[in-house]
Structures are given as C-alpha cells and as structure tokens.
C-alpha cells in the first residue's frame, strides 16, 4: 500500500534542521561520499527569467545506498526587493529510491539551501582556515551572509566581524543582528579592500557580475570562502586573485570549470585543472587542507546536490521523531 507524503512546511522544518554540527556532519558526509564515487550528480538545471532579473535552479543527487534523494526547485528573483518580498525561495521533495515515490515536500522557501550553503563554507573554513581566526569579514549583507557567519563560528571562535555591502540600511541591520546573537565586534567597512585586509577569513556572497576583489589585498594566513558566482555570468574576484593561492579548493570541479569562480580563472589561463582540489577530497581525508598559518587558500562554493539531499533527509528523519508533518494521499 502506497505510502501518506509528508508534507512539512518551514516552521516545522526550522525545528527540525538548524545551523549546528549535527548537520554540519551530513552535509559533510555528502562531500566524501562524491569523493569516493559513490554519488549519482546529474548537472544543474538552471532556467533563466531575465525580464524578472531571476532564474530558477534544479538540483538533486543520488547517494548510492541510501533510501531517499532530494529534488530541489530554488530560485532567486532580484527585483522581489522593490515587491517587498525574500529574493530567494524554492522546495525540496524527498523520493524514494526502492520505489520511486515522493516520500516527502519540504515546503522550506529556501531555508534549507541557505542552511547547507553556509554549512559547506563551514566545511571549507574547517579544512582551509587558520586554526586560530580572531577577525573574520564577510563581503555582502543578504541572507546568506548570515548563514555564513553563523556557520563559521561553529567552527572557528573569532571575536570580530568586518562587513562590507552596497546597501547601507542592510548592512546596518546584519551587523547589529550578528553582534547581539554571536556576541562579537561588529565593524562596517568603508571598503571590499578593508575587509580582506584585516580579516584572517573572508566571505564573499554577492551576485556580482563584475569582479572587485582584487590580487593586491590578499595577505598570508587568509583564506577566502567564495560563494556568489553559481552562474556563467557571476563573478566576485578577479581572476588572477587565483595565482596568489597556495591551496584552491571547490566543492564539484566539473560544475565550478563551467560556472563557478574559477571558470573564469581557468579561461584566463591563472590555473589548472589539476591545481584544484575538491571539499570531498578534504573531508574524506584523500588530501590534506591547510598546511601552514602561512599559506592563502581559496574555496569556490557553487552548490552542490548532495547538499540537498543530505539537508533534506535530516529534516525528514527530525521530523518524523518529533512528530511534525501533514501526511496527504
């Protein structure tokens, strides 16, 4: 007999997924799992809405042996902002694999993919960061440069926080918000240049479409998380900050070579395909991450579908010990 499906809606799914190690430890098993070739990737599916400055994103993955897999519809509309509504939104769905079934709707309005994106800079920040971070800076003021900052402190107990962003009232509101929950110094920089100069990790997580982080900036001992170019058009640092890395890391090199950072790096002619290491390979300890507090490494984040699946599952299996969900069919 058929199964109910498990409707969840994003109440129910914030009570049941949050930002701690506990999930950090899936999503971080999705990476070595891709490592040891035990996932089915199928590429992205990206739709682009240009007279709406928005696209709609498709992403799954198959984690051989498991009994579910996500499917994730996200987008991202620019121009909500002028409606007043969240630039992003999306949904998962949770299918079985023994029978092909929905298991699961996951109703989040793109919570989860904001979880697992500031998840993975954890990850990257856990293998690349220096072990000791006091000042940490974050380029960008939406959503997701909360997520990342929270994220980080999982990982790495820094003090202070610089930010950098174009909207003043935004950036106003994240520092005061981030400095009241972490119970760190805030400071609002006058520039992308202040933020990478003072800062021992760096976040950058704009839809930039022109490059502003430059060569010059960088400094030993920074690592740099790099998580706004998810699209052939997008792009936050100019492509010869590359040649400056003593460590470049991403978390597919088949979907970052297409659209992530270091497509453009890798036209240019700044690296090649064998200087880049993937997340997965950190994680399941195949090659090593930091070696020294002096070195500069580089993470470019372009999201992938292993994240979703092991998100999603988490928040079903949460929900199904608490008792939440709205069973149909």
């Not at 240009?50 to 009994?67: F, M, Q, R």
């Not at 740099?224 to 792009?235: A, C, L, N, R, W």
Request: hydrophobic share 40%; charged share 25%.
């Amino acid at each position: 007999m058929k199964k109910p499906i498990l409707v969840l809606n994003e109440s129910e799914i914030r009570n049941c997924v949050s930002l701690n190690l506990e999930a950090l430890e899936e999503v971080a098993k999705g990476f070595t799992a891709l490592a040891n070739g035990e996932v089915t990737l199928p590429p992205i599916l990206r739709i682009d809405v240009p007279d709406n400055n928005g696209e709609v994103d498709i992403k799954t993955a198959y984690i051989h042996g498991l009994d579910s897999f996500a499917i994730k519809i996200a987008s991202g509309f620019l121009d909500n902002r002028i409606l007043g509504l969240p630039t992003g939104s999306g949904m998962m769905v949770l299918v079985s694999t023994k029978t092909g079934n929905p298991i699961s709707i996951l109703l989040d309005n793109g919570y989860l993919t904001d979880v697992r994106t500031g998840l993975a800079g954890a990850i990257a920040a856990k293998h690349l960061a220096p072990k000791k971070v006091v000042v940490a800076g974050v380029i960008g003021s939406g959503m997701q440069s909360r997520f990342q900052i929270r994220a980080l402190k999982l990982v790495r107990d820094f003090s202070k926080l610089f930010i950098y962003g174009i909207v003043e009232e935004d950036v106003n509101a994240f520092a005061n918000e981030i400095s009241k929950d972490l119970s760190i110094e805030t400071v609002i920089a006058k520039d992308a240049e202040t933020v990478v100069r003072e800062s021992s990790v760096v976040v950058t997580t704009t839809p930039s479409r022109e490059p502003y982080l430059r060569a010059e900036w960088l400094h030993p001992g920074l690592h740099i998380t790099s998580m706004g170019s998810d699209s052939e058009d997008k792009q936050e640092l100019f492509a010869d900050v590359f040649t400056k890395a003593d460590r470049i890391v991403c978390d597919k090199k088949t979907q970052s070579f297409r659209l992530g950072e270091l497509h453009h790096a890798l036209e240019a002619g700044f690296i090649s395909e064998e200087n880049v290491t993937e997340l997965g390979e950190l994680t399941s300890g195949k090659k090593v991450g930091r070696c020294s507090d002096h070195e500069i490494t580089i993470c470019d984040l372009t999201g992938v579908g292993i994240q979703d699946t092991q998100i999603a599952r988490l928040a079903y299996h949460n929900a199904i010990e608490i008792g939440l969900g709205l069973p149909i069919g």
